[in-house]
């Protein structure tokens, strides 16, 4: 994040991922994945109303997409499809922005646990949740596809409302 003297610094906010986004969201997905989700998987997201998020840099006169998350909120709980940051914007705390978002919203919801799945190759994910206090509980064998064959998920979770914000 960078400013001119003369124009302010782009400031990192999050609105709610529409289907006119979706050519940017892709732009990044297809780049940070080796199996992206297609455009319809983000469509359909968006149109059954998943709760689908964007991260952004907003500056005086335009806006960059910087990473997007997209949550299906369930009865009592919610699952985390798609966490994901341009590799250009990574390791600036936008993953752990738009986890406290989701989180946010996740309470007001009144859900107890957040869940998701990741590759046990994901080191990088894997220390992400780490670091915002999601603990592996489960395992689903032959989950995802992989270079050769297939790869298992570890199933993370996280209580919510416990009063361990993310920070
Ligand atoms: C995983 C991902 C979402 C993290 O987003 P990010 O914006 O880069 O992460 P943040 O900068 O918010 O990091 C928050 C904390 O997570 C941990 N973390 C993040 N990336 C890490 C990495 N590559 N290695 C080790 N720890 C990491 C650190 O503890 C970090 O805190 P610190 O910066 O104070 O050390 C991002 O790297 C990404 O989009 N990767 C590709 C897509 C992907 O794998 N998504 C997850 C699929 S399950």
Known sequence: MSGTASEPAPKLVTRALTVADIPDVLAIEESVYDFPWPRRAFEHCVRRGYHCVLACEQGPREEEVCGYAVMDVQPAQVHICNVSVSTAHQGQGVGQFLMRTLMCHARMCGAAHAYL????????????????????VGLKRDYYRAQVGVEDAYVYRRAIGSGEDIP
Do not use: C, K, M
Request: glycine letters at 4%; a positive charge; proline letters at 5%.
């Open 117 to 136: 799945e990741v590759r046990p190759s994901n080191h990088a994910a894997r220390a992400f949740y780490d670091h915002l206090g999601f603990r592996q």
